[in-house]
């Protein structure tokens, strides 16, 4: 039987209750209780508030310092950790001035990647695939979407899902699995881009649903990967077959995101090179407007239009994109700090983009807030002001981290 315990006192816990989806937030939107504790039973809030009341509740108090401030644990809504290789050669060549598409061009890129990822065993990939997520569990992210995608035939792209399931079972935190086969076309697939989608549409998706190893799909549109006309086709018979839908989109050329209200995605990540009018459109829309600032970073381009998104009234979410390519880095809280500090996020805007409105991205109703009935997910910083989590631009790193009720 699981016992009530109490957790605290903590300085302040920031619970994320009670703000809206989408739009702006300032800061005196953010609930904060000072000397505050939470009441966990098993592996769920039974109750967030002054560590006083909540005393008189039980007697099994689980101590810390009381110069910790507690926030959700991140949910952390688009990653590619899944996978084998480095291409720290790809990055030394854009050091030394050659871009993305054309580093791709020569052989580098989400290519190379593919060939180290078909290589590797289900147990190397599993095994790598965990690392990384324990490695962010650390830093705070208790909720981490993994997406295939460098497997790029039916067989690899099931290993790479079936990896990121065997993954979800040796770390703490909770993956949830994207299958991303139309990340580009492979170059060893004989026929056009459409050919090849369709060729992952009847080979692969029915398979991958009755395995249960996923019920999202994404496809990346843009310049070297797929165009508008394909990517309706192929997001339409994912949604047929019963998948969610995101989509890579704006990240060079603009279109994407415009698809992804159109066919009715759940997200449209990326954003980069979205025009006022798609900011106006994705506003108007129910589509998560996700930014990946570590792609921005690790590809020294400009940051996407944070600022304009929230202004417009969209729902802004902040997520790594952790690749071996575009986005190296891997640290979220520190890349939405930065992102923060150049498109002027309130810290409520930035905290909300990786908690409440995250979890909200992947459909997830019972984690992102602190309140009762949600998971116990959270994550303590060695501070009493809940400000200087952001003001310290991710350099003030997690000292405690709860999964389901249990510290790490
Ligand atoms: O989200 N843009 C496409 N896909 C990934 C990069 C993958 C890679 O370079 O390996 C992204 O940035
Ligand atoms: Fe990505």
Redesign the pocket.
Known sequence: MNKIRLIGPFAQIVTMDSLPLKGPLTDDRLEIIDHAGILVNGDVIEAVGPFRELKSLTSAVEPVDEELTLIPGMVDV?T?IC?AGS?AGDYAMRLSGKT?LEIAQYGG??WS?VAKTREASLVELARLTAWRASRMLQQGTTTIEVKS??GLDVDAERKMLKAIQNANGITPADLVPTC?AA?IKPRDFEGSAGEYLDYITSGLLPLIKAEKLTSRVDI?V?EG?FDRQDAVHYLSSAKELGFEVVV?AD?FKPGGALLAVEIGARSA??LEASSDNDIRILAGSDVMAVV?PG?SL?LGVNFAPARKLLDAGAALVIAS?W?????PMGSLLMQACILGAHERLTMTETLAALTCRAAATLGMNDRGILRAGMLADFVAFPCSDYREIIYNQGGMGAVAVWKRGKRL
């Open positions: 688009h590619h996978w291409r993305y890129g989400i990647t995608g460098y991303l990340h990346y843009d990967a890579h990240q990540d990326h990946l792609a690790g994109d690749n071996p390519g575009s986005a």
